[in-house]
């Protein structure tokens, strides 16, 4: 959004043996009267093998242009639209809806008329929003990742991860946090636990139940080997194997329920769930609208808003010790 020009590009194709059969009179005219405020002055551009150009007003004011193009290549029909958006006001947000409506309505007006595939392959509106909620979500991400380890260590020390994590959690840091130090040697030394789990780990390792063994010492280890070497032996069932394993562990209560209850509501495991798979929709590059945008940029806040009552009352949980 810090750039004169930004574009809006998109792309349908048809087979050539059916006609696109597109009145771009008829579709300008439509948007017209979708989208209030705008209008499309023809330029100079006539011939549609060189493409057709409207000018974008707004307000009376010209904003940008309107390009369509048909191409044929192998067989295919090719039409290429772009919104080519010049304007400075549109950097202050002031005709960012109505250009957002103008996209959508020359996208549906086009499927109406029976195009098959559209690629949309520019969008700086998309772009913007998904650097606006990666930034966010990215400051969110590590206050929850400090909330954890703030409410951790203040009952269960330093080493709390190596303590009290389920096993998959400790081998899957230890996987991610070697090759992190390789790359990243500027933070050798800095604690790295938290900072090496996925996403979606930070809840479930306050959900899932910690398996510890009950007698950890040598000579009872080995002696589960050798139980579980002479059950192999004897090519019994799974389910005895399973169940000698089981009988190993003592029965443990989640992180969450044991350390977390009065300083979190327990409403944060699922709504972090469910930010979770919005924020797949930035990692991956997919195209946001403002309904997205604002939908995710609020859930953003809120959740926030939870983070920052649960540090207050770990605080004052800690300050009694």
Request: proline share 2%; glycine share 4%.
């Amino acid at each position: 959004m810090d750039t004169m020009r930004r574009k809006i590009k998109f792309i349908t194709i048809k087979n050539s043996s059916m006609q696109l059969e597109i009145n771009y009179t008829d579709l300008v005219s439509s948007i017209e009267e979708e989208v209030s405020g705008i209008k499309f002055p023809m330029t100079d551009e006539t011939n549609i093998n060189k493409g057709i150009v409207y000018n974008v007003s707004l307000d009376e004011q010209i904003v940008g242009t309107l390009f369509f193009c048909e191409k044929k290549y192998n067989g295919y029909l090719n039409m290429e639209i772009i919104i080519d958006i010049t304007s400075d006001q549109s950097l202050s947000g002031k005709y960012e809806k109505e250009i957002g409506d103008m996209k959508k309505s020359i996208k549906n007006y086009l499927i109406k008329k029976g195009i098959q595939k559209i690629f949309w392959l520019e969008d700086y509106q998309s772009e913007h929003y998904n650097q606006l909620l990666s930034n966010k979500f990215y400051l969110l991400e590590n206050r929850f990742r400090n909330l954890i380890n703030f409410v951790m260590i203040n009952q269960k020390g330093s080493d709390w991860f190596i303590n009290e994590a389920p096993y998959s959690f400790r081998r899957q840091h230890q996987n991610l946090s070697e090759n992190y130090r390789e790359q990243v040697t500027s933070f050798s030394g800095v604690d790295d636990t938290l900072y090496c789990m996925l996403t979606d780990d930070l809840v479930d390792i306050l959900k899932k139940e910690p398996k510890k063994l009950k007698d950890s010492s040598p000579n009872k280890i080995e002696a589960l080997l050798h139980t579980l070497m002479k059950q192999l032996d004897g090519k019994s069932k799974h389910d005895s194997i399973k169940r000698t394993i089981l009988n190993q562990f003592d029965k443990n209560t989640p992180i969450f329920n044991e350390y977390f209850n009065g300083i979190c509501d327990r409403i944060i495991l699922n709504k972090w769930g469910d930010l979770s798979k919005k924020r797949n929709h930035i990692a991956h590059n997919k195209l946001i609208d403002s309904e997205l945008f604002e939908s995710f940029s609020s859930e953003i806040d809120d959740f926030d808003a939870i983070i920052d009552t649960s540090l207050k009352n770990a605080v004052e949980k800690f300050s009694n010790y």
